[in-house]
Nanobody
Framework: QVQLVESGGGSVQAGGSLRLSCAVS????????MGWFRQAPGKEREGVAT???????SYADSVKGRFTISQDNAKNTLYLQMNSLKPEDTAMYYC??????????????????????WGQGTQVTVSS
């Protein structure tokens, strides 16, 4: 089991930056594929970025070159650095975790249906 708490959302003008954080509370030694997802009003939840247990990363095409996912294991925190923000990035952003054994480390992808542990979300609003 894992508990996830997001923070860092807010309002910013287009072209600006934000850094989201996700505090991760683990209750076992299970390895997790971690990810960021977002959902805009009236739209389906979509993947943004994931980071696997070997630190390999995966990004949605819409955020490549602008967003960076990272994690600090010493602080049990997952981050999403968002630069060059656009109005279309406006959404509720969620942190998620998926248990994953080492042999499946390359299957950590931005597919929301793969993930079963979710935080409560943090709102990001980008104005033009």
């Amino acid at each position: 089991q894992v508990q996830l708490v997001e923070s860092g959302g807010g309002s910013v003008q287009a072209g600006g930056s934000l850094r989201l954080s996700c505090a991760v509370s683990r209750y076992s030694d299970t390895n997790y594929c971690m990810g960021w997802f977002r959902q805009a009003p009236g739209k389906e939840r979509e993947g943004v970025a994931t980071i696997s247990i070997d630190r390999s990363t995966s990004y949605a095409d819409s955020v490549k070159g602008r967003f960076t996912i990272s994690q600090d294991n010493a602080k049990n925190t997952l981050y999403l650095q968002m630069n060059s923000l656009k109005p279309e990035d406006t959404a509720m952003y969620y942190c998620a975790a998926r248990p994953i054994p080492w042999i499946l480390r390359r299957t950590c992808r931005v597919n929301p249906s793969d993930f079963g542990n979710w935080g409560q979300g943090t709102q990001v609003t980008v104005s033009s």
